[in-house]
């Protein structure tokens, strides 16, 4: 039994590959950021942002499989544009949330939830860590992932947010602490201490107990 499952069909990725083909993320990148868009700002101007952005396709309509970075990239760079920075950061931390409620409800076998809510907190912490690595190219695409006792580390990661005009990348930060919370301890919160978007090498996500 695998902790957490694939969103599509394809081999588990730890450190970035010799590839000419752009890197891609799993979909919802996408389809949480349009529902957390809509619950905070409404489907008008989360059309046009989605307009905005190039991405009309996808305004009303999931897509059905990977998805480039640079899509992700162009969305993420208009919501920083058209929204003010506290309503930005809101919509893609609850984004973060909706994706990690998602692979709860989808990729986590049940029984795997329960074995890890069971688990000794610091044993559980090391399962999840090693599930999130393997599955990687959801949330990184090729880029080399690292884990540590207590962090992620994303390299060259393709969707940072501070690229695109956030302060961090909040969409990550959330997505690890949902997951974290709810089946090791609710008392884990994720902060990132390094970020490429401020001019370090690497995206840090450092796995902390808040008393």
């Known amino acids: 039994m695998t902790v957490l499952d694939s969103e599509t069909a394809r081999p588990s990725v730890r450190r970035a590959t010799v590839d ?14 349009r529902t957390a868009l809509d619950a905070l700002v409404g489907a008008d101007k989360r059309r046009a942002i ?9 305004a009303d309509e999931d897509p059905d499989a990977m998805v480039e970075a640079d899509t992700v990239n162009a969305l993420n760079r208009q919501i920083a544009v058209q929204l003010d920075a506290k309503t930005a950061h809101a919509v893609m931390k609850r984004a973060g949330e909706l994706t990690g409620d998602y692979i709860l409800a989808n990729r986590i076998p049940k029984a795997a939830q329960w074995m890890l809510r069971h688990l000794p907190a610091y044993i559980a912490q090391r399962v999840l860590l090693a599930a999130i690595v393997r599955n990687a190219w959801t949330f990184a695409g090729n880029a080399r992932v690292e884990r540590g006792a207590g962090f992620i580390a994303i390299h060259d990661n393709p969707i940072c947010l501070g690229k695109v005009g956030f302060s961090s990348c909040v969409w990550h ?3 690890f602490r949902r997951l974290f919370q709810t089946l090791v301890d609710p008392a884990i919160t994720i902060q990132e201490t390094e970020c490429v978007g401020w001019g370090s090498e690497v995206c840090r996500f450092e796995i902390v107990r808040v008393a």
Do not use: H, K, S, W
């Open 20 to 33: 000419d083909a752009p890197p891609t993320v799993g979909p919802n990148a996408i389809i949480q950021t």
């Open 50 to 58: 989605f307009d905005a952005a190039g991405l009309e396709r996808f």
């Open 173 to 175: 930060a959330a997505v």
